[in-house]
């Protein structure tokens, strides 16, 4: 008895069936090579976007003496990555013409930043120039003056103290912060003066001579006293 050959033989010169090719899956790091690739690219273009933007900052062009005044032949601009941590304490180029004409409170080298803490908002209503005195606290009266109050300024010169000026009027004095005697001991004094005075006043912070007497209610010092050593 014959037996039919079984349908799961192949026939012969029949062609060979082509296996069905799967596709690889993505193993997982693979996926993570991909993602540091990404995050490394957006990261690289942050820093090369932070790195371009810069902010115009104002630049003494010449060295500034205290009390004289800040104008914009005096200073130039410079460009300061944006990201500056000191960016705040600046005097930036958009805020250059608020500030122009005002006071000077501590010398400031060419080239050197002008920061705004340096500077002081002139307010005489006298008429007269505004100056102003950077002078140790403990050498003005303790930090006690106030905006109104009148001062004579001494100055040594050989050992020989002389009034330097006399019955000044204080324009404004910066804030006493709390804290030890360190960081406390010097701040500044904005008086009205005659250009006279301020040149005398100039010569007395050059030597670094300089004590404020409040004077507020005082008698009035005779001119042969006080026209100094």
Same mark, same amino acid.
């Given at each position: 008895?014959?037996v039919?050959?079984?349908t799961?033989?192949?026939?012969a010169?029949?062609?060979?069936?082509?296996?069905?090719r799967t596709?690889?899956?993505l193993?997982?790091?693979?996926?993570?090579?991909?993602?540091?690739v990404?995050?490394?690219?957006?990261?690289n273009? &942050? +820093?090369?976007? *932070?790195?371009? !933007?810069?902010?115009l900052?104002? @630049?003494?062009? %010449?060295p500034? $003496?205290? =009390?004289?005044?800040?104008?914009?032949?005096a200073?130039?601009?410079v460009?300061v990555?944006?990201?500056?941590?000191?960016?705040?304490? &600046? +005097?930036?180029? *958009?805020?250059? !013409?608020?500030?122009?004409?005002? @006071?000077?409170? %501590?010398?400031? $080298?060419? =080239?050197?930043?002008?920061?705004?803490?340096?500077?002081?908002e002139?307010?005489?209503?006298?008429?007269?120039?505004?100056?102003?005195?950077? +002078?140790?606290?403990?050498?003005? !009266?303790?930090g006690?003056?106030?905006?109104?109050? %009148?001062?004579?300024?001494?100055?040594?010169?050989?050992?020989?103290?002389?009034?330097?000026?006399?019955?000044?009027?204080?324009?404004?004095?910066?804030?006493?912060?709390s804290g030890?005697?360190?960081s406390?001991?010097?701040?500044h004094?904005?008086?009205?003066?005659?250009?006279?005075?301020?040149?005398r006043?100039?010569?007395?912070?050059?030597?670094?001579?300089?004590e404020?007497?409040?004077?507020?209610g005082?008698?009035?010092?005779?001119?042969?006293?006080?026209?100094?050593?």
């Amino acid at each position: 008895m014959s037996v039919a050959p079984s349908t799961k033989l192949r026939e012969a010169g029949s062609p060979k069936r082509a296996r069905r090719r799967t596709g690889r899956r993505l193993s997982a790091t693979h996926i993570l090579i991909a993602v540091v690739v990404i995050l490394a690219f957006v990261l690289n273009l &942050l +820093v090369l976007q *932070d790195r371009s !933007a810069t902010t115009l900052v104002v @630049v003494a062009d %010449r060295p500034l $003496a205290a =009390g004289s005044t800040l104008d914009a032949d005096a200073v130039r601009l410079v460009p300061v990555d944006s990201s500056f941590e000191g960016m705040t304490g &600046l +005097v930036t180029a *958009d805020q250059l !013409a608020s500030f122009n004409g005002w @006071v000077v409170e %501590r010398s400031i $080298a060419e =080239g050197a930043l002008i920061d705004v803490s340096a500077l002081v908002e002139p307010g005489s209503a006298s008429g007269l120039r505004s100056m102003s005195l950077p +002078v140790l606290i403990e050498h003005a !009266a303790g930090g006690s003056l106030a905006s109104g109050d %009148r001062v004579d300024v001494i100055s040594v010169e050989d050992g020989v103290a002389g009034f330097v000026a006399v019955d000044l009027e204080v324009i404004e004095v910066s804030e006493v912060a709390s804290g030890s005697i360190g960081s406390i001991s010097s701040f500044h004094v904005v008086v009205a003066v005659t250009p006279e005075q301020a040149l005398r006043l100039a010569e007395a912070l050059d030597a670094d001579s300089l004590e404020m007497v409040r004077s507020t209610g005082a008698a009035e010092i005779q001119e042969e006293v006080a026209s100094g050593p």
